[in-house]
């Protein structure tokens, strides 16, 4: 029972080569798998913030249920909410931004901004925490409820640094959210769209 095979594998679109695991298994973590699972063992860099959980002084506006507390607000596939993260390193930039539990296959756009509202503003099915002056990148479709960038697949090539306008090392302050359409049973307010949680970089 459990594992059986490892192999490591870089296919060049994330910060470090990813492990997969094949055996007899149906679970990794609390997700439930198909006898493989991935793991990419890199270290998580920034801060997120702006949950879904009802900890900001704005709450979700479909409330309740609130998502989870490493997550935005629920949406309509998953209760826990869109979860951002960001792993690698960011001097040398190896960034690379992940978003999970997002509404399946739907159109998502990463948001970086030089400012945050800390009570968190509603809009749509979530709650906008990233202020300030706007960059949009990495327009894509979730798959399997998925997004990443950079995303060497859909050429996404550049660095997040560079799309972010900041240089690494000098100490400047970005913040990150993916904003993604959301329709569906818990979605409760045009124009059908929702967000994660947020990432504060320090570059």
Known sequence: MGARAFKSLDDGSG??????????FNRADADGVKHISAWEPCDFVGTTFCFGDGSLSTPCPCAPPNGSADAGCTNSHHLSGAKLTALGTTNPDQVR????????YGFTVLLSGTGVITEGVAYGSGVRCVDGSFVRFGSQFAAWGAVAYPNAALGFDR????VSGVTPGLGQTRFYQALYRDTGVNSCA?????LSNAVEITW
């Open 15 to 24: 910060p470090c080569p990813r492990i997969f695991a094949a055996g007899l």
């Open 190 to 194: 045009p124009p059908w769209v929702n």
């Open 159 to 162: 660095p997040l640094s560079q």
């Open 97 to 104: 931004l992940r978003g999970t539990t997002l509404n399946t």
